[in-house]
């Protein structure tokens, strides 16, 4: 199993440029979630899915928006890039609520 | 979420040495996580407990569940190099609150 995978890896985006994570679980877990990290902040909740075909709003989902493509994936998408997006972007998953499982995170700047 | 408050930020360890962390909330808690996460790596689950009082251990590492459900405790044994990284508690408000609120983090390395 390969767990949580993350595309890209690493992203250099103009201002005002538009881009999409990728997030796929092979888990079957149900739920999934969109992290920020920044320095000294912890994890920020962004946007999660409690299942297929729902999303919510999470602690800070202004600029970004997300698709639960289906049960194994869930896109995130910046549609104007701004510098304050500049973060590493890590995507969860878990069976419930509880235990989640992180993938390895996308490293995103913004010019 | 609810914010959590961990401590210490920072801390360095000597091999062989204990080392202790710990979390705590304004609210009740039903579940507690702890990650460990390696540079440039997402954070790794280490434990997980669900119940007041809870003691458990998963290797050198063992955490405990509050008595009060407000707080969380992290114990490295004899610490040794790749215990470096950063420690992260989460918690899972109740009753049924569905967004984990993460603790900013404890910065472990290693004292030269």
């Known amino acids: 199993n390969a767990g949580v995978t993350q595309t890209p890896k690493f992203q250099v985006l103009k201002t005002g440029q538009s881009m999409t994570l990728q997030c796929a679980q092979d888990?079957?877990?149900?739920?999934m979630y969109w992290y920020r990290q920044d320095p000294g902040m912890g994890l920020r909740l962004i946007y999660y899915?409690?299942?297929?075909?729902?999303?919510d709003k999470g602690e800070v989902p202004n600029g970004y928006n997300v698709s639960r493509l289906n049960k194994r994936e869930f896109s995130l998408r910046l549609e104007s890039a701004a510098p304050s997006q500049t973060s590493v972007y890590f995507c969860?998953?878990?069976?419930?609520?509880?235990?989640?499982?992180f993938g390895p995170g996308t490293r995103l700047t913004v010019l | 979420g609810q914010q959590l408050n961990q401590s210490p930020q920072s801390m360095f360890i000597q091999e062989g040495e204990d080392v202790s962390m710990n979390c705590t909330s304004s609210s009740i808690f039903n579940t507690w996580l702890w990650y460990k996460q390696d540079p440039g790596e997402g954070p790794v689950l280490l434990i997980a407990l669900y119940k007041a009082g809870e003691l458990t251990s998963n290797g050198r590492l063992t955490a405990q569940f509050g008595i009060t459900r407000k707080d969380s405790f992290l114990n490295i044994s004899a610490s040794i190099p790749s215990d470096v990284g950063i420690y992260f508690c989460a918690g899972l408000g109740f009753p049924n609150d569905y967004k984990l609120s993460f603790g900013a983090g404890t910065t472990v390395t290693v004292r030269a």
């Open positions: 888990m079957n877990h149900n739920s």
């Open positions: 899915s409690a299942s297929e075909g729902t999303t």
């Open positions: 969860a998953s878990s069976i419930d609520y509880n235990e989640q499982f």
